[in-house]
T-cell receptor, first 113, second 116 residues
């Protein structure tokens, strides 16, 4: 039973345009959400997070939106750059076990020059 | 070191053999985590250490898997009687704290285990 789902295995976006990566979750006990970026042969790198008490968090070119009623979050990257090409993972944690992350399967983002 | 170091980076072993995977966390990080990532999936939690003790080992799939962190720094993940289904990338991460607002997890590059 996948509690965190990333339904798009891959996404191709033109350089300079907006990239939107989506993530859905099923467990209403999740209260913290994170996005990680992963390059081949490297470990995941933390990108941005959002607490369930917020609906938006912004950090430079990266913005995460949370819609709790829909149990949906999205990561917006604008403008997209070639270095953004990587696999992006959505992850979530519960308040009662906040060290343990539940991960989606990832979306491979390809930025076309 | 500056980051989390995992050795070996690749390990090929025969079915039924015993393997050890090592993780060197960032100096001073008290929390250490092991995750396993199978092909086409996200990482799955295995075990969490706070200091020397395993605070939560609920993710270990069965009793063939065991992990230690005897001095609160380096950790070793041990797999007995390996099976082909154990093939995956084993990721280690460390952090200063375990609070929900501080996900300063730093991951190592992982050990790719292949059981043939």
């Amino acid at each position: 039973d996948q509690q965190v789902k990333q339904n798009s295995p891959s996404l191709s976006v033109q350089e300079g345009r907006i990239s939107i990566l989506n993530c859905d979750y099923t467990n209403s006990m999740f209260d913290y959400f994170l996005w990680y970026k992963k390059y081949p042969a490297e470990g995941p790198t933390f990108l941005i997070s959002i607490s369930s008490i917020k609906d938006k968090n912004e950090d430079g070119r990266f913005t995460v939106f949370l819609n709790k009623s829909a149990k949906h979050l999205s990561l917006h990257i604008v403008p997209s750059q070639p270095g953004d090409s990587a696999v992006y993972f959505c992850a979530a944690s519960r308040m009662d076990s906040n060290y343990q992350l539940i991960w989606g399967a990832g979306t491979k983002l390809i930025i076309k020059p | 070191g500056a980051g989390v170091s995992q050795t070996p980076s690749n390990k090929v072993t025969e079915k039924g053999k015993y393997v050890e995977l090592r993780c060197d966390p960032i100096s001073g990080h008290t929390a250490l985590y092991w995750y396993r990532q199978s092909l086409g999936q996200g990482p799955e939690f295995l075990i969490y250490f706070q200091g020397t003790g395993a605070a939560d080992d609920s993710g270990l799939p069965n009793d063939r898997f065991f992990a230690v962190r005897p001095e609160g720094s380096v950790s070793t993940l041990k797999i007995q009687r390996t099976e082909r289904g154990d093939s995956a990338v084993y990721l280690c991460a460390s952090s200063l704290t375990r609070t929900g607002s501080d996900y300063g997890y730093t991951f190592g590059s992982g050990t790719r285990l292949t059981v043939v």
